[in-house]
């Protein structure tokens, strides 16, 4: 079934690259972790761009973050809320008000790809189906397409995929999972820019080289 993709709008949070990936400190200089958040963050943008969403809104941030939206075609918006549920609820809520349904993405998916994102609206079925992204390590959740006017609540962290699964079953929504590499594998800790590393050599370098072909 062709999904209207036009009826999405995808949201990436990030935080300021100062106080982004803070657990790869012993490894990674300041500098470097910043530039790798954005390097992942351009990724990201651009498998969304390619997929053919119009609308990327990126919450949160800092002044690199912004300018480097702005160049890809995305829109900045300030933190809408108390912390990353809050404001991601908040930003589903502005995307349910312009009747779109709503396609929270991680920022920190290195290998993400346009496929993973027409996957993810594939599987919704034209936004019947809360579709649900699993993350590899932590049992988190990395992607997650929220129909409009579905009163889903953002839960993530550690084991949010379940407590995702616990409360769509609650409100009697139907579900779809889609798992792939692109959208399993994020970037949070030491032992996972090692493994990246070994899956793609040199990965660390051209992720840390991206964000400086444009404007910062």
Not at 29 to 55: C, F, H, P, Y
Not at 66 to 90: F, I, Q, V, Y
Not at 155 to 179: C, D, P, W, Y
């Amino acid at each position: 079934m062709v999904t209207d993709i036009q009826n999405v709008i995808a949201i990436v949070p990030m935080k300021p690259l100062s106080k982004g990936k803070s657990r790869l400190g012993k490894s990674l200089s300041a500098r470097q972790r910043a530039d790798l958040a954005l390097g992942m963050l351009r990724r990201v943008l651009l498998a969304i761009k390619a997929a053919s969403i119009e609308t990327i809104w990126v919450v949160g941030g800092d002044e690199r973050v912004c300018n480097m939206t702005r160049n890809l075609g995305g829109e900045c918006l300030e933190e809408l809320g108390k912390d990353l549920n809050d404001t991601l609820k908040k930003a589903f809520e502005l995307a349910f008000e312009q009747g779109k349904s709503a396609l929270y993405v991680a920022g920190d998916l290195p290998f993400l790809k346009p496929a993973d994102i027409h996957s993810m609206t594939l599987a919704s079925r034209r936004q019947g189906n809360v579709t649900l992204a699993p993350a590899r390590r932590d049992g988190g959740t990395n992607a997650m397409l929220v129909p409009q006017g579905v009163p889903l609540q953002p839960e993530l962290g550690q084991g949010s995929f379940m407590k995702h699964l616990t409360q769509a079953a609650r409100l009697e929504a139907s579900v779809a999972i889609n798992s792939s590499p692109g959208l399993g594998f994020d970037l949070d800790v030491i032992d996972d820019l090692e493994a990246f590393q070994h899956m793609e050599p040199g990965l660390l370098e051209r992720l840390s080289i991206e964000p400086k072909t444009g404007p910062t």
